[in-house]
């Protein structure tokens, strides 16, 4: 686990507190992909049903303090997202990259989001993953960059990169950057006011 | 990937979005022909995610899943409307939590073909017209060669003419010229039971007892000899008919079949009948409300107690359930397809969908416009729904056998309140009143309190003062002081004497240029011009000139000098008199402003 161990040094042995907001669509793989990040679970093939509001995974390792907030993607529980944007340090984006005709949905969420008050001039790190790319004709991660104008993010450090929730593949690639982000981000002293 | 650094803002003018609408997917070639009967989006595998489904005119079934066909169906007949029901036969639903697959009913012809799992199921037939006595018998003796086909033409003839409804087999039959091929069609008829069979016209689906997406429901059909037949949720008998005034064409249904129900139907005479549920189970009562429209109507949407109507003149109607006309608009262009958009937010917010035939979609809210978008198809089909996960979604299907698919934003607002209704701002400005002084409290009362007396005195003073006003009048006519001509220039009638006078010359010379018009009827003669001046100011030679004869309307021009000797060159008027001798009061007499003189030269 890169990430834990990153954040460690970059931290030192302060107590330290992260919080991720994960959305996305329904269906778009939150929940699967949150249990691999989950330490305790990972190996855990459960069936996943669809998350009602939202779920809240909080666990400490290395004298860390995460708290994920899975958020239904459901269209009637969306706007519980943007009342979580104010107080997160990263936000993690899970499209289904085999969900072409949705794509558009996913785009005005992330336009919602991205003019979002609480996001607008902010710099925290978003995360994408395109996932289910093991589902023959999904999209590649550059087909949804371009179908999700992700190349209109100007001000934020941004990473898209294709995974498969199921068996955990690229998910770990996608978190290393994001903790990267973050000591990067601590190591500046960028938006302390939002550190605890 | 790149992590650019520039502060530049985000863009929100996206080319996906135009207004409440994403761009879901389009697709210009899917050569598609449908319109709007036949297209429905359906959870065909009980699985959340719907599939669209469509009835082509090329009597195909396509089946859509995402952006691709799954599967393509042949249809027997050419279909009329595609509807989507779940009867009470199928599996799971209801308690056992199950999901429900539902049934497909293509109506073509006579028939109701119905699909279970995409495959042909059942075929429910319309029950058969009941024949004219005459025709049956006619048709029995003549395919049992009891009478001679030419013999029974005849009777076929004399049967119609006499107001009787003839069945297709007589009709084709008298179409034919010779006798050979007439004795041929009655012979290919033996031993074929002598059936008239109508046809399906439309076709959509009524919910039996619960309103939910996938509750038990029965097909309700329209046909051509103007009923309409409410099948039993397992689409094999009619339980319910209702006849018509006129073949219906198009339906709109509400409520539940078991509570109430009420289908509002759209019929080839122009007009909209209502049917609902009657006192009993399974009784049909046409309403007394008919609605006549002054076109025919293409499309017929209900939201709450309206009914929407668009018609073929380009207009969208409004009419209240009990037939109360609230608005008529004019659209752009004729309309081709009303649907109703409905958002399940917080409370459920209903809209009108419109499709014109220039391409454009509007979205009315009651007779708001909310939105216009322009398609580059015409719209001939177009259905609201769930496509795929995404609950807010419609399908359109243009002219051109372009397929669209639009869905809409999660921010849309389609509540948006028209700007210039209501009382506008200015009315609540207090206007600015002065106070109520004392005085001004005095005089009202004593207002109020001597009306009429104040009336009274206004109206003698009033009088009053005409009465002066015509004295000093008359006086001033009389006196012919006027530029009025009066007078009878000795008792021959009153003249009518006009007098132009112009000035010529700077001063101090200037003459005096006066023109005389006598616009009656008889000469004057012996008349005199007098020019009369002030001595002191003015001097002239002839300040008199003579006047021998005035023809009627001929013009003449009489010249007078006259010499300003006032010292420092001021100005005074001078008076034109015209009299004769015998009258002491002037034909008539004018004023002519002079000009301040130059000095003289020295």
Known sequence: MGFFSMIKKALGFLHYEVKILVIGLDNSGKTTLINHIKPSNTSSTFEVTPTVGYQVEEFSKHNLNFTILDMSGE???????????????????????????RMCVARDELDELLNHDHVKDRTCPILFFANKMDVPGACTPVDTMKSMGLERITNKAWHITSSNAITGLGVDEGVEWLAEKLIERQDNGEESKHHK | MATPSSAGAYNNLAPTKDGPWLHAWHDPVSNIRAHSSCVRLVDLNADGSNILL??????????????????EHQLLEQPVSLCVFYTSLDGGGGDSGAPRTPAIGIAGGAFVFIYRHLRPYFKFTLPPIALDAQDESIWVEMTSDAIPVPQGLEMLARARDGGATLSSWSLDLMQLNDENTQRAFVQSKKGIPHKQQTVVTCMETMRKDTDAEDAVSSLVIGTENCQVLILDPSGSK???TATLPSPPAILSITGLYDVEWR??????????????NGEKRHDAVITGTVIELETQPNSIA??????????????LLCYHIKGRKVFSMSLPAPATNLGVVKLSRNRVIEALIVSLSNGEVRIYNHKTLIHSMQLDDVVTAMRWGKF??????????????????????????????ELNTGPPAEQDIPLKVPKKTKLYVEQSEREVANAVTMHRTFQRDLCRIRLTTAKAYVKIITNGEAGVSMGGGGGRGVTNIRMNANVVGLGPNFLLKVTLTNGGGAALSDLNLVVA?????YKSERPVAKVPLLLPNVTQLYEVALLCVHPEGA??????????????VPLYSGVVQMPMSELAEE
């Open chain 2, 388 to 417: 795929g996960r995404e609950a807010n979604s419609c399908a359109f299907i243009g002219r051109n056998g372009s397929l669209t698919l639009k869905m809409m934003s999660r921010q849309a607002n389609l509540e948006k309140t």
């Open chain 2, 571 to 584: 100005a005074d008027p001078v008076r034109i008199v015209l009299v004769n001798d015998k009258s002491s």
């Open chain 2, 238 to 240: 009619v339980v319910c």
């Open chain 2, 263 to 276: 289908i509002v139907v759209g019929c080839r005479d122009g007009k909209v009948y209502t049917i609902k």
């Open chain 2, 533 to 537: 001046y002030k001595p002191e100011v």
């Open chain 1, 75 to 101: 269209s009637r529980y969306r706007n519980l997202w943007e009342t979580y944007y104010e107080n997160v340090q990263a936000i993690i984006f899970v499209v289904d990259s085999t969900d072409k005709v």
């Open chain 2, 54 to 71: 469509v009835a082509d005119h090329d009597r195909k079934m396509k089946v859509y899943k995402g952006t691709s066909v799954v599967s």
């Open chain 2, 302 to 315: 209900r939201i709450d107690k309206y009914i929407y109507i668009t018609t073929m003149d380009a207009h």
